[in-house]
């Protein structure tokens, strides 16, 4: 019968990469010693990128919720993309956030283009009001207005995005 007494604790990490289906297996059956999981973190870097995320997902998938933890804290302190499922939550949520915040600093360089391509004064109070917004949808507004607008400040002229 196989059995975490059966199972080698790995703590090399040449060893790990040499051997990362049986360093899978140890960290299953030995996470809970933090040298284990770090000689698999570290092998896992020496491994092609498919391999390394099998790997890793298998051994995340299998081992206790300690063993997880400690997985996702010694994986975030290192290169390697993490792949458990608390990262890909995490990692999705900020990529999303870093694309709204893209979005709307492009916005802002695009309102500032028009009012600059108009000829229009762009007093410093002005500048900082539309690149501190990141409300899109009245960047989008204003770059609208910045084409029509005679001056800087005539661009906020209306009730509804002071709610903003």
Same mark, same amino acid.
């Given at each position: 019968?196989? %059995?975490?007494?059966?199972?080698?604790?790995?703590?090399?990490?040449?060893?790990?990469?040499?051997?990362?289906?049986?360093?899978?297996?140890? +960290?299953?059956?030995?996470?809970? &010693?933090? =040298?284990?999981?770090?000689?698999?973190?570290?092998?896992?870097?020496?491994?092609?990128?498919?391999?390394?995320? =099998?790997?890793?997902?298998?051994?995340?998938?299998?081992?206790?919720?300690? +063993?997880?933890?400690?997985?996702?804290?010694?994986?975030?302190?290192?290169?390697?993309?993490?792949?458990?499922?608390?990262?890909?939550?995490?990692?999705?949520? %900020?990529?999303?956030?870093? =694309?709204?915040?893209?979005?709307? !600093?492009?916005?802002? =360089?695009?309102?500032?283009? +028009?009012? &600059?391509?108009?000829?229009?004064?762009?007093?410093? &109070?002005?500048?900082?009001?539309?690149?501190?917004?990141?409300?899109?949808?009245?960047? !989008?507004?204003?770059?609208?207005?910045?084409?029509?607008?005679?001056?800087?400040? &005539?661009?906020?002229?209306?009730?509804?995005?002071?709610?903003?």
């Amino acid at each position: 019968m196989l %059995g975490p007494g059966g199972i080698p604790a790995i703590t090399d990490p040449q060893q790990a990469a040499a051997h990362p289906e049986l360093a899978t297996l140890a +960290v299953m059956a030995h996470g809970r &010693d933090r =040298k284990v999981v770090e000689a698999f973190a570290s092998a896992l870097t020496e491994l092609p990128h498919d391999y390394a995320a =099998k790997y890793y997902a298998h051994a995340y998938d299998m081992s206790m919720p300690e +063993v997880r933890h400690l997985l996702e804290e010694i994986m975030t302190s290192t290169d390697w993309p993490v792949h458990s499922p608390f990262a890909r939550e995490h990692y999705g949520r %900020g990529m999303a956030e870093g =694309k709204t915040e893209g979005r709307a !600093e492009e916005a802002a =360089k695009l309102v500032l283009l +028009v009012m &600059d391509a108009r000829g229009l004064d762009v007093p410093d &109070d002005v500048r900082a009001r539309i690149t501190s917004c990141t409300d899109l949808a009245l960047l !989008e507004t204003w770059a609208a207005r910045a084409a029509t607008a005679q001056t800087a400040h &005539d661009m906020f002229d209306g009730a509804s995005e002071q709610d903003r």
